[in-house]
């Protein structure tokens, strides 16, 4: 045994986007230190830049195409984290889009809130690139955390200090179960690294009951996080009380975030397993799809409506996971499927957050009547609202369509018959689902305005950026989604295509 | 010893703090019972760790990892108590019942 | 030569251009020219349609051979034989196929054949076949063009000309005519003129267009079109509820029959090979000796279900009396002259199907004569309850179409056609006197509200008269001629086996007598019972009465029998030209049976005579009803005394046709219409509770049920939503606890 | 000017509504005499497109996809940018691209309310990609995508501009639609990976979309799989149809869709089901199609006789023409269901006629409306006298839509009730004949409702609430313009079915001998 | 060693029980500052548990982590919030959701109890030897670098927002 510490090797090109979006969390904090309450409005402009400069390094990381692996195996860049980081950068940047004039018209804590969604972000890329459970369990605290404190921004506002406490509370529960899982799984194969997981957990022929305890135990801690049910439940009602900006945070990039470290888990690490976590992940998918449209059916704010939407979104991406283990053909199209909705999810669910902020700043309120004859004062961004609910819906040919197709085509080409009866559950679902989404629809073209006051909206110019960019992101790709698919056509994880 | 002796005092201190998140209505108490479950976890990873450090002695995963949840556990409570100044401050109670104007 | 024979489709083109410049134009042209644009154009049909004729004639006086006789066989069923032995079959198996096959003729050579055997039916009779049986095979002229393709198959539209086509050219260009001239005054002033007759040029194009197709399909159409027209013209005065009703049941009955019209359509075109709809391909299939009889069965019942509508058979002929709602001209085209013999028609052209499916000429008794018997009685009977002219003349139509349904039924083709033939003048006669009367009486048909007409309508008087007995048979009007030869077909027919059709068309004979009489009698006879004072009508009714009156007298001797050794240019001559040769069954031509005429003579007679009696000498104020009669019965004891004495049998009779009758019409009117009816209020309950009960109910409520149940499940779920957070986090441990214990202990 | 056509004209024909909708977005929304200009200018180079593809067109060569267009797409999932467009496509296309115009043009003085003409004729171009694009598509995934497109405007369509229920009659059309739809693409992805690979055009072998190339390539699929297959596609295609029982959004949707709505609904919507039927469903698993057929000629036979009898007891004259689609389209499903050249001849030839003739009816529905404000048959009357032109012309749909022969209704009708004789495959003849004879009663039944209500509403004395009502006049100009090309249309092909019959005939006849039945 | 053994091993129970004792009278007691206190003895107990299997720096770390600071900042907060100090009847729901809550909790046990009696039965935990801190901070800077990182950003964000949140304004 060596006491001498050999310097690990970093690779700092790789790491470069992490250390873009630390260093300007590490600015904003100086320019908060050394500014007055007046200049506060330069956070957001820094935080914004910050996360698109963070976009260079991925750019060329993209061009030069190796896969960097660093940390004993730890720590992966590979096209999977590249694009995913790239997502939850560019969510960051709409979010604080979103941010701009919400947070600071609203007299909050401004500084402050744009080094959380830094500090998340940041959490959200090592997620992308983690391969170890130390890793992942860090990353997905660091992007927890300040979520917590994000959707408890609003500190005057009592369902705001709920949402936090609610979130907060939940999200340690289910860490805490996840954590216990992480142990088990340690214990059992005495590695934390995910490569070294796999082929101990899947030495013997049938798992045995501590690592099927590990598994469920780590995949419901995501399970949380992505707001499968029965551990959704916190979800509507963070989103509700929360800022409608971190709402739209926690409702694109966390849940990405999570559905990535279930993909890095399950594929990498749990994947001989499969026979233990598909039909887990099978349950959970269909009670999430189903639940989650249910109860969206009888909602009447339209927030709340798009968090329960959001959950049986979960659902349908839970869906091709199910599945995944049936052929290195399944797993492939399962990864690319879920990618995909996460990136186009993404611009839709976004851009449905756009449109609440915009019509809130008029009336003050989200509540679905409120939501009345908005055709007749917004066209604009009924049309975009429109859009967006029919992306989520699945209709082409805005983008969801595209997301919709994946997970069925990644279903079938499971080929078994629970993967069929799973997509017969989506597309069950699907039409379930746009009986909600249609209502907000006929609310906004086809009933009067509540109170008859149809005055335009004036839509502050950084939502109206972020709204051009989801709506023609969600149109584009609805067309062509060959431009998606182009991104993440070379995705691999590990594990996958043995 | 047995590694099972420090598994299950781990499973049952687990348990007494899922027990107790879930019977506590001061949030200052679920709080603790958090810390319950958290130190059952480090338990196991401890135990874990000594485990297969006998057999490998640069295996040394289990502390490290324990460290780390030591450390991500002072944050969150930090976090939750500072969560729970405030909502005793807005509503000057801090019974978990209380919480409840989002719902359905 | 350029003949007509290739061109009869301008015929029908003719109307229809007229109907296109009425209906666009003959609003703005007046009434005048839009009259004058349909008469002219009915003219021009019948020069055609004579010509026509005449060069039918002349073609069965000069039959093509060699060369000409197959390019016309080819083109007559649809097939086109390549090598010159193909094409000798072909002539061989065609005129084979005729039945009658070559005669004693000059032209070809005699082969004495006994195809008829083929279909076990008895030889021709000896007298037929010397006198005037020479037979040769006279294919029809078929041009076709291609319609339509489907698959490999080219279907073909294209006209037929043979005899039976070229009469009923005539017939219907002769009819539409005078009636187009009558109407100009019978509906003068009319609210809808043009609309009128845009119909009548409409309708006249879409019968020509039906006799002279070539196929079952072509014949569809042309017979659901004169269907439309009818409906539009029974609906004419649609301002008033009971006439538009008249004209849906004409359509709708005519629908439940054209249901078995396109099935029988279906079930030909596949019996005969799945191949054409060409009817000389169809009858030939039925003749040739492999022919599947069961399909040809239930084809041809299926077809005679469109017959059974059309030409008011039993059971569907409930609606041609409510079509006496429509103008008395189109009463007297369409639902007297042309359209009801459409079914008639149907079967004379298919005939080779009836006669194989059915097995005329073999059987003693089958549906279609049957039907035709039977409602050849029944219309007579009913005939007598009835009060309105129109009426009791609807009524013989329907007595008649069985007449010729039946002689169609027994064998005797020629005489059924024969009697469609003139069926068609008298009747329409009659009609149209009807209408002159009703024009005289300020419009009522009621003929309680006439008599004595004799005195004020001298024209209408007489021509009315002669109709009356033509259509009663008497000898030598055109009626009696027919009616006779139908006679003489069912006493003959196969053996002497349809005597119940015999004794069917005896009873008829009488009864149209009678109730003919009955009608005459009160019209024209008596004191005027109606209110004002009636006059003669104008010339331009009268003279196409008289026209149709002499048509009434002569036309009988078209086809005079073998019997009375007149010349052969005069004998049988309807015979000679309008029966098929061509793809056409053995039937037989019975002889002129003289006991036969003349019972049959005496039967009308007595009917007449008995009407006289019952309705003339007995006449009262209001001298119908029995109480009446016995209170008169001592004012004219002696002289009923004397006529009972005499005429004893025929009194009873009379006395018990009257409450027969009267049954009969209830049996009508409340059972059979009630059926009808009751069909439609049945289906109109059924279509409430289906619509109501079922889909409304039921299938609608499926699916919003499914939304209730999605929303309230969505309610419970929500409900489970509490807002407590540690209620999430016992869910929370709860699904912990489900889904790893399951996992841990399952998997 | 061929090469043209040849490479751009099916994306020209599908695109150039689109352009004219963008373009109308960028207009302000009050210059409506602008809008409707340029709406109805987009869809008459549509149409003129269109004339070109059918002076164009090789009719003899009805059988091959002709003005082909293939061009990647999403080559993720080897989904192509194919279109081409044969025989039994053409005549649809040419349907759209005329229905479309005239529907502008009906609705130049007349926009239901709430107006807004701009947003009005931008959803109808939108429609007319969406159709266009559907009988245009040779790939599953652009097939399904634009059969999704039309749902949009649809759904605005009906739930903007229409009557009283509209909001539950746009949200129940979408759900089904929806419901089915998302059926089929579950089927489609089936179809997908059971199917054996194809080679591509850079090498190697992939799974395919093609309509083109699946009929071989699913050859391989098993039974079993084939049957779900189908029925996932049947609940897709049948609820567009929409065949009995999923039938009961339509009444909902016509009654309360606005006129044109309805007319582009039933001209053309629905004919999206039963063309998935003749393009997809059949060719591709023609095995599967002989196990189900008797299945659908039973709900097609079913759903004749229960439209005419739901038809029968309506007392609004919009729902009863909505019930009658249903008993229409049974026709259309007859004549495919029995899998002859016949019959599925005799089912395009519905759809077109079926597509005129209700259309019509709708049209005159719709100006019905406009004038009494009501459509309660009860209410009705004596049109004829009040407006005879316009009686007339529902006269002579009524008759067109009972199927009289000598207008086109007739050629739906009659020969899919004569294919039903001898159904081809090895299907049962005897169960066959049993729904021919059913379909026949329904022809009955069709008189009897279309009559019924042209006595009720066009016989007989205007009713004393309309008889001197201002309101109520007779055909007006651009109602004429936008109804006699549709009238002379039912005629001629009632006298002519060959100038409809020629072009499908090369294709049915080639794709019914490539599904390889026997008979 | 059989000595140390048996040594170990009562230790083991020993100090378990006073674990488990003093956890069921944190998630019991009635009093907020009695808890807090119990709640030292699990911790502690906890400390020496990781002394038994010779890993000596978490001990250490658990000691001054939970006992010298989140112990004092449970205070702090018991104390901000105004808590009695005294016997307090409102801190727990009722006995139907203790039965309930103690269902889950039993289930879990059993759960997890199955689990890893099922996978190591009577398995010795092996020869203990002590793990030096400084292999673990080798490891910590080598292998686990990276997390290393994060975490001091995750807590200086928890550390900013935390005070964000915390004070009054």
């Not at chain 1, 509507?236 to 993909?263: I, R």
Request: net charge neutral.
């Amino acid at each position: 045994m060596t006491f001498a510490w050999d310097a690990p090797s970093v690779d700092f090109h790789a790491l470069a986007p992490e250390i873009i979006v630390a260093a300007t969390l590490v600015i904003l904090l100086l320019v908060d230190a050394f500014t007055g309450e007046d200049q506060r409005w330069a956070s957001s402009s820094i935080a914004g830049i910050g996360l698109l400069v963070a976009l260079i390094p991925i750019a060329s990381l993209a061009y030069d195409g190796t896969t960097r692996i660093m940390f004993g195996g730890g720590y992966v860049v590979d096209n999977y984290a590249l694009v995913l980081k790239a997502l939850f950068l560019l969510s960051g940047y709409v979010v604080v889009l979103l941010s701009t004039n919400y947070i600071a018209e609203g007299d909050y804590w401004e500084g402050e809130y744009y080094q959380m969604i830094l500090a998340s972000v940041l959490g959200m890329m090592v997620m992308a690139s983690a391969r170890d459970l130390v890793s992942i369990f860090v990353a997905l605290e660091l992007l927890s955390i300040p979520a917590y404190m994000m959707a408890a921004w609003r500190k005057r506002d009592l369902k705001s200090d709920e949402a936090g406490l609610k979130y907060y509370l939940m999200g340690v529960f289910a860490s805490a179960v996840m954590l216990y899982g992480m142990s088990v799984i340690y214990g059992y194969t005495g590695s934390t690294l995910l490569a070294d997981i796999a082929p101990k957990i899947g030495a013997l022929a049938t798992s045995t009951p501590l690592v099927t305890l590990g598994i469920v135990f780590v995949v419901i801690g995501f399970a949380f996080k992505v707001s499968a049910v029965p551990f959704h439940t916190w979800a509507p009602d963070t989103y509700e009380g929360a800022p409608t900006p971190v709402t739209a945070f926690l409702a694109v990039a966390s849940k990405a975030a999570g559905f990535v470290a279930l993909l890095t888990l399950l594929f990498v690490g749990f994947w001989p397993r499969h026979d233990v976590w598909e039909p887990l992940i099978w349950v959970l998918s269909a009670a999430t799809m189903f639940v989650g449209n249910f109860i969206a059916l009888r909602q009447t704010n339209v927030i709340r409506m798009l968090a329960y939407s959001g959950i049986a979104q979960a659902g349908y991406m839970l869906a091709p996971l199910a599945v995944a283990g049936a052929s290195p053909e399944a797993a492939s199209q399962a990864l690319h499927s879920i990618v995909i909705y996460l990136v186009i999810y993404a611009a839709m669910n976004l851009g449905a957050f756009a449109v609440v902020l915009a019509v809130a700043r008029k009336t003050r309120s989200a509540e679905s009547d409120s939501f009345g004859g908005l055709f007749s004062y917004a066209p604009g961004l009924t049309v975009c609202m429109s859009i967006f609910l029919f992306s989520l819906a699945g209709i082409p040919p805005a983008a969801g369509w595209f997301a919709k197709l994946g997970i069925f085509q990644a279903l079938a080409s499971a080929g078994t018959t629970s993967g069929y009866v799973l997509a017969v559950i989506v597309a069950l679902n699907s039409v379930i689902a746009f009986a909600y989404y249609g209502r907000l629809m006929r609310i906004m073209w086809m009933e009067d305005a509540p109170d008859g006051d149809v005055s335009p909206i004036r839509v502050p110019w950084s939502i109206t950026a972020a709204l051009v960019l989801t709506v023609g992101v969600t149109l584009v790709w609805g067309v062509l989604p060959g431009l998606v698919t182009h991104f993440t056509d070379p995705i691999t994880l590990l594990a996958v295509g043995r | 010893m047995l590694i099972n002796q420090f598994l299950f005092l781990g499973a049952i201190l687990f348990c007494i703090g899922v027990y107790g998140v879930l019977v506590r209505r001061n949030l200052v108490l679920v709080l603790m019972s958090i810390e319950l479950i958290l130190n059952a976890v480090n338990i196991n990873l401890v135990a874990f760790g000594a485990m297969w450090h006998a057999t490998d002695p640069a295996n040394l995963s289990g502390q490290v990892f324990a460290l780390f949840v030591i450390a991500v556990a002072a944050a969150e409570v930090g976090v939750g108590l500072a969560l729970v100044l405030m909502i005793f401050r807005n509503r000057q109670s801090i019974d978990a019942d209380d919480v409840d104007l989002l719902k359905g | 030569m350029p003949t007509l024979l290739d061109k009869v489709w301008i015929i029908p083109a003719v109307m229809a251009a007229s109907f296109l410049l009425i209906l666009f134009l003959g609003k703005r042209l007046g009434t005048k020219a839009t009259a004058g644009i349909g008469i002219a154009a009915v003219s021009l049909c019948l020069v055609f349609s004579v010509i026509t004729a005449g060069q039918w004639i002349n073609r069965v006086n000069h039959p093509p051979t060699g060369e000409a006789l197959a390019s016309d066989i080819r083109q007559a069923n649809g097939l086109t034989p390549q090598t010159p032995e193909e094409i000798e079959s072909e002539i061989n198996s065609a005129t084979k196929d005729s039945g009658e096959t070559v005669g004693a003729g000059d032209a070809q050579p005699s082969s004495e054949s006994q195809a008829a055997t083929e279909s076990g039916a008895a030889t021709t009779s000896e007298g037929g076949h010397s006198s005037e049986g020479s037979h040769e095979t006279v294919p029809p002229v078929v041009r076709t063009v291609t319609w339509f393709e489907i698959g490999p198959i080219h279907f073909e539209a294209g006209t037929l000309v043979d005899g039976l086509t070229a009469m009923m050219l005539v017939t219907v260009s002769i009819i539409s005519l005078l009636v187009h001239i009558y109407s100009t005054e019978y509906l003068r002033g009319d609210v809808r003129y043009t609309h009128y007759y845009a119909f009548l040029s409409l309708f006249t194009a879409s019968m020509l267009f039906y006799v002279m197709s070539s196929n079952t399909l072509q014949m569809l159409v042309g017979w659901e079109l004169v269907g439309l027209c009818s409906f539009g013209l029974i609906g004419h005065w649609w301002e008033d509820k009971k006439n538009s009703d008249a004209a849906l049941k004409a359509f709708l009955t005519n629908r439940v029959g054209d249901m078995g019209l396109i099935i029988g359509v279906t079930i030909t075109f596949f019996a005969a090979g799945a191949t054409s709809f060409n009817v000389l391909h169809i009858n030939e299939y039925a003749l040739s000796p492999g022919a599947n009889t069961t399909l040809l069965l239930v084809g041809a019942l299926c077809l005679f279900g469109g017959v059974t509508s059309k030409s008011g058979q039993f059971p569907l002929h409930t609606w041609l009396p409510d079509a006496m709602a429509g103008p008395t001209p189109v009463s007297a085209l369409i639902h007297a002259a042309t359209m009801v013999v459409a079914g008639v028609y149907l079967i004379a052209r298919l005939y080779a199907v009836f006669f194989e499916g059915l097995g005329i000429g073999s059987s003693s008794l089958h549906y279609v004569a049957f039907i035709g018997g039977f409602t050849t009685i029944m219309g007579g009977a009913l005939a007598f309850a009835q009060t309105d002219l129109k009426k009791v003349l609807a009524y013989s139509t329907i007595s008649q179409l069985g007449y010729m349904v039946m002689a169609l039924g027994v064998g005797a083709w020629t005489a059924g056609v024969f009697h469609l033939f003139t069926h068609a003048f008298f009747k329409a006669c009659l009609f149209l006197g009807a209408g002159s009367v009703s024009h005289a009486c300020h419009h009522t048909f009621d003929m309680r509200e006439m008599g004595g007409l004799r005195k004020h309508m001298k024209s209408t008087h007489i021509t009315f008269l002669i109709a009356t007995l033509a259509l009663a048979g008497i000898a030598p009007l055109a009626g009696f001629w027919s009616k006779d030869e139908i006679l003489a077909g069912a006493q003959q027919g196969q053996e002497h086996a349809y005597t119940l059709m015999l004794v069917f068309g005896l009873i008829t004979a009488f009864m149209t007598a009678a109730y003919m009489g009955r009608a005459y009698w009160m019209t024209f006879w008596g004191e005027y019972r109606g209110h004002g004072t009636p006059h003669e009508s104008p010339k331009v009714i009268t003279i196409p009465l008289w026209i149709l009156a002499i048509c009434a007298v002569l036309f009988g001797f078209l086809n005079l029998p073998a019997f009375f050794n007149a010349p052969s240019w005069a004998t049988t001559r309807f015979e000679h030209f309008v029966e098929p040769t061509f793809a056409f069954p053995a039937v037989e031509h019975p002889e002129f049976t003289p006991w036969l005429a003349v019972v049959s003579t005496i039967l009308a007679v007595a009917g007449l005579a008995a009407a006289y009696l019952y309705y003339e000498r007995n006449k009262g104020p209001h001298g119908l009803t029995q109480r009446n009669r016995l209170a008169k019965g001592g004012y004219t004891f002696l002289e009923n005394k004397y006529y009972l004495d005499t005429l004893y049998t025929d009194i009873i009779a009379a006395d018990t046709k009257g409450p027969l009758a009267r049954a009969a019409y209830w049996f009508n009117q409340n059972v059979l219409d009630g059926i009808i009816d009751g069909a439609s209020a049945v289906t109109k309950k059924v279509s409430g509770v289906v619509y109501h009960g079922v889909d409304q109910m039921v299938v609608d409520g499926v699916v919003n049920g499914t939304g209730l149940v999605s929303e309230e499940s969505g309610q419970f779920l929500r409900r489970m939503q509490t807002g407590k957070v540690q209620q999430y986090a016992a869910i929370l441990f709860a699904g912990v606890v489900v889904l790893a214990g399951v996992l841990v202990f399952v998997v | 000017m061929k090469d043209f056509l040849n490479s751009w004209g099916l994306s020209l024909a599908i695109f150039v509504p689109l352009v004219g909708a963008v373009v109308m977005l960028v207009i302000p929304k009050a210059k409506e005499q602008l809008h409707k200009v340029i709406a109805l200018a987009t869809s008459l180079v549509v149409a003129l497109v269109g004339v070109l593809l059918l002076a164009n067109f090789a009719y003899d060569d009805g059988k091959t996809l002709q003005f082909v267009v293939n061009k990647s797409w999403i080559p993720f999932i080897n989904a192509r940018y194919e279109l081409g467009i044969d025989g039994i496509s053409l005549p649809m296309i040419a349907l759209t691209m005329l229905v479309v115009p005239l529907c502008i043009i009906y609705s130049w003085n007349h926009f239901p309310e709430p107006k807004n003409p701009k947003a009005f004729l931008i959803l109808i171009l939108i429609l007319e990609t969406g159709m266009i694009g559907t009988f245009c598509a040779q790939d599953l995934i652009l097939f399904f995508v634009f059969f999704e497109v039309v749902l949009l405007p649809m759904y605005f369509m009906i739930g903007v501009w229409g009557g009283e229920k509209r909001r539950y009659a746009a949200m129940k059309f979408f759900l089904y639609t929806l419901f089915g739809s998302a059926l089929m693409i579950v089927s489609f992805m089936a179809l997908y990976f059971l199917s054996d690979k194809v080679p591509v055009a850079g090498g190697g072998f992939a799974h395919t979309w093609s309509m083109q190339e699946l009929p071989v390539a699913a050859a391989g699929i098993s039974t079993t799989a084939a049957l779900w297959i189908f029925g996932g596609m049947f609940m897709g295609f049948g609820i567009k149809v929409p065949m009995f029982p999923f039938h009961t959004w339509l009444p909902d949707a016509h009654t309360q869709a606005p006129t044109v709505g309805s007319v582009i609904l039933a001209a053309v919507l629905l004919k999206l089901g039963t063309y998935g039927f003749v393009r997809i469903a059949l060719p591709i698993l023609p095995h599967a199609a002989e196990k189900w057929a008797p299945f659908i000629g039973l709900l097609a036979v079913i759903g004749i006789v229960y439209g005419a009898l739901c038809c029968l007891a309506q007392t609004d004259m919009k729902r009863l023409i909505a019930f009658s689609s249903v008993a229409h389209m049974g026709f259309v499903m007859l004549g495919i269901a029995t899998l002859t050249d016949f019959g599925i001849n005799a089912a395009i030839f519905g759809m077109v006629a079926h597509g005129l003739i209700t259309g019509m009816l709708f049209f005159v529905a719709g100006s019905a409306k406009e004038r009494f404000h009501t459509l309660d048959i009860a209410r009705l009357g004596g049109m004829l006298k009040q407006m005879p032109r316009m009686g007339w012309i529902l006269g002579f749909s009524a008759m067109a839509s009972l199927g009289l022969p000598g207008l086109a209704g007739f050629w739906g009708e009659f020969p899919a009730i004569l294919s039903a004789y001898n159904p081809g495959g090895n299907l049962n003849a005897g169960l066959f004949r049993v729904y021919m004879v059913v379909a026949a009663l329904g022809t009955v039944l069709a008189a009897a409702y279309l009559l019924w209500l042209y006595q009720r509403v066009a016989f007989g004395t205007p009713k004393e609430e309309f008889a001197h009502d201002p309101h109520v006049h007779d055909v007006t100009f651009t109602e004429y313009v936008a109804w006699v090309p549709m009238l002379v249309l039912i005629v001629v092909l009632g006298f002519f079915p060959n100038i409809l019959f020629h072009v499908t005939n090369p294709a049915v006849t080639h794709m019914v001998s490539a599904m390889g039945l026997g008979s | 060693m059989l000595a140390l053994l048996v040594a170990q091993n009562i230790a083991f129970y020993v100090i378990a029980a006073l674990i488990v004792f003093g956890a069921l009278r944190v998630v019991t007691c009635k009093n907020l500052v009695h808890a807090a206190l119990w709640l030292v003895l699990v911790l502690a107990g906890v400390a020496a548990q990781y002394i038994l299997v010779a890993a000596e720096f978490v001990a250490i770390t658990q000691i001054l982590v939970y006992l010298g600071a989140i112990v004092v900042l449970f205070l702090f907060g018991i104390m901000l919030t105004r808590a009695k100090t005294g016997t307090d009847t409102d801190l727990d729901h009722g006995s139907g959701k203790k039965i309930i809550s103690g269902v889950i909790g039993l289930l879990l046990l059993g759960i997890m109890g199955y689990a890893l009696w099922d996978e190591y039965r009577g398995q010795e935990i092996g020869n203990l030897t002590v793990q030096r801190t400084a292999a673990v901070s080798d490891s910590i800077f080598s292998t686990y670098l990276l997390p290393f990182e994060v975490i001091s950003v995750l807590l200086l964000a928890a550390l900013i927002g935390a005070i964000v949140l915390a004070r009054r304004d």
